[in-house]
T-cell receptor, first 116, second 112 residues
Framework: AQKVTQAQTEISVVEKEDVTLDCVYE???????LFWYKQPPSGELVFLIR??????QNEISGRYSWNFQKSTSSFNFTITASQVVDSAVYFCALSEVSQGAQKLVFGQGTRLTINP | SQTIHQWPATLVQPVGSPLSLECTVE??????LYWYRQAAGRGLQLLFY??????ISSEVPQNLSASRPQDRQFILSSKKLLLSDSGFYLCAWSWSGPYEQYFGPGTRLTVT
């Protein structure tokens, strides 16, 4: 069965620090997709990135970057020069295709607090 | 562009009462639709998903049911609510295939 582990339950840093959120996954599929979502205090989940299992290139989007390593089954997320607006719960997710639908298996989330 | 709506935003219901939560998607056709529940512990639990009208797959046996009466409408129901049904309910949609899911604003349900 698919599984996603986010070992860091809560992280608290001071603004402008860099912070890395860890994500480790388990799957027997050879083709799969990984995702990161952000859940601000309002509650709505915001999609950040999708990565397929054949593309191990790191991705950078502004202050956000993602490091995908199949050898260690990890898909870590780094925020550079963190800001208070980055405070949220962040979820890593793994795809699982079933009956024509792609289901997402979520980790338990990491609550990130950026202090001014 | 696509948008997803959920209502109501918040709901307080007594134990044993019925429930109906509605989700609608605009700007796309034949989306895959999903219902999730997020309890106080933060994790998201997939409850139901649908790949087409009238097609519902259940993930977890429970006190809830889902229906898809129209292409872009997804309804979550219960005949009799339990205290354990309290939580944050999120609806999501995706295109068919290995694509990301987009979530609605959620409904916060408190069963008293």
């Amino acid at each position: 069965a698919q599984k996603v582990t986010q070992a860091q339950t809560e992280i608290s840093v001071v603004e402008k620090e860099d912070v890395t959120l860890d994500c480790v996954y388990e799957t027997r599929d050879t083709t799969y997709y990984l995702f990161w979502y952000k859940q601000p205090p309002s509650g709505e989940l915001v999609f950040l990135i999708r990565r397929n299992s054949f593309d191990e290139q790191n991705e950078i989007s502004g202050r956000y970057s993602w490091n995908f390593q199949k050898s260690t089954s990890s898909f870590n997320f780094t925020i550079t020069a963190s800001q208070v607006v980055d405070s949220a719960v962040y979820f890593c997710a793994l795809s699982e295709v079933s009956q024509g639908a792609q289901k997402l298996v979520f980790g338990q989330g990491t609550r990130l607090t950026i202090n001014p | 562009s696509q948008t997803i709506h959920q209502w109501p935003a918040t709901l307080v219901q007594p134990v044993g009462s019925p429930l109906s939560l509605e989700c609608t998607v605009e700007g796309t056709s034949n989306p895959n639709l999903y219902w999730y529940r997020q309890a106080a512990g933060r994790g998201l639990q997939l409850l139901f998903y649908s790949v087409g009208i009238g097609q519902i797959s259940s993930e977890v046996p429970q006190n809830l049911s889902a229906s898809r009466p129209q292409d872009r409408q997804f309804i979550l129901s219960s005949k009799k609510l339990l205290l354990s049904d309290s939580g944050f309910y999120l609806c999501a949609w995706s295109w068919s295939g290995p694509y990301e899911q987009y979530f609605g604003p959620g409904t916060r349900l408190t069963v008293t």
